[in-house]
C-alpha cells in the first residue's frame, strides 16, 4: 500500500471526506490476489486503474470467472459477509482504493445522505449486471462483441488491459471464435483493434 491516492471522480462525488481520509491505495500487480476466497473481509476495493478478476473453482475442478473489473468497487457483498465467496485475482496491473469496511459501515449507518448515494451506486451495478445477462443471452461472437463495446467502452471504445483470452472469458466464448470473428469484423472495417483496446470503425 501507498499513502498518496489519486480518487477517481467518481469516488469523489460518493465519499464523505471522513472516508476518504481513512482509505489507503493499493498497488494492482499483475498475478496477485487482492483477497482470497474464506478469508474474513477488512476492506472494500475500488479499481481505478487495472482489472480484477473475481474467480473460484467450479465443481469440476475448473476456474469460473464470476466477473470482471475494470473500473469500479470490487465485491460489494463482502460488506455484509463473514467472508469472501471468492478469488479476488489481479489480471492488469493499475491501482485501487481501500476502504476500512468498519468506517464504512459506520457512516452508512449515521449519514443518511451517502447511504442514499451508495444505494444509487448499488442501482447502477445492478444495470450493468443486466446488461451483462442480455449480452450472453446473445447468439454470435459479433453480437456479444458489439454490445460490450457499446455498454461498457467509452466513445466507442473498449480497454482491453489483460488480453483477448480474458475478453473471451468474458463473452463466454472460446478464443479461437474471438479471434476469427474479430478478422473479419475488422476486414470489415466495423471494428478497429488498437493497442489496448478495441473500437467502434468510424463510417
Not at 485475482?89 to 445522505?113: C, K, M, N, S, Y
Not at 451483462?132 to 461472437?141: A, P, W
Not at 455498454?151 to 473471451?168: F, H, I, Q, W, Y
Request: glycine share 8%.
Amino acid at each position: 500500500m501507498t499513502n498518496a491516492i489519486a480518487f477517481p471522480a467518481a469516488l469523489r462525488k460518493l465519499l464523505p471526506s471522513p472516508l476518504m481520509a481513512a482509505s489507503t491505495a493499493v498497488r494492482l500487480r499483475r498475478g496477485d490476489r487482492l483477497f482470497l476466497q474464506r478469508q474474513r473481509p477488512r476492506h472494500m476495493y475500488f479499481v481505478a486503474r487495472g482489472e480484477i478478476v473475481l474467480e473460484r473453482i467450479g465443481a469440476q475442478g475448473n476456474v469460473v470467472v464470476l466477473q470482471r473489473i475494470r473500473h469500479g468497487f470490487v465485491a460489494e457483498a463482502s460488506l455484509q459477509s463473514g467472508s469472501y465467496h471468492c478469488d479476488g485475482l489481479v489480471t492488469a496491473e493499475g491501482e485501487a482504493v481501500a476502504l476500512p469496511l468498519d468506517a464504512l459501515q459506520t457512516r452508512l449507518a449515521r449519514d443518511p445522505e451517502f447511504a442514499l448515494r451508495w444505494i444509487g451506486m448499488l442501482n447502477g451495478e445492478v444495470r450493468r449486471l443486466r446488461a451483462q445477462c442480455e449480452r450472453l443471452s446473445l447468439k454470435g461472437v459479433g453480437a456479444r462483441l458489439l454490445h460490450l463495446i457499446e455498454s461498457e467502452g467509452v466513445d466507442g471504445r473498449l480497454a482491453v488491459p489483460s488480453g483477448l483470452k480474458s475478453l473471451a472469458t468474458e463473452l463466454a466464448v472460446t478464443h479461437e471464435a474471438l479471434y476469427r470473428t474479430l478478422a473479419t469484423l475488422e476486414k470489415e472495417k466495423v471494428v478497429i483493434r488498437e493497442p489496448g483496446g478495441i473500437s467502434l470503425g468510424r463510417p
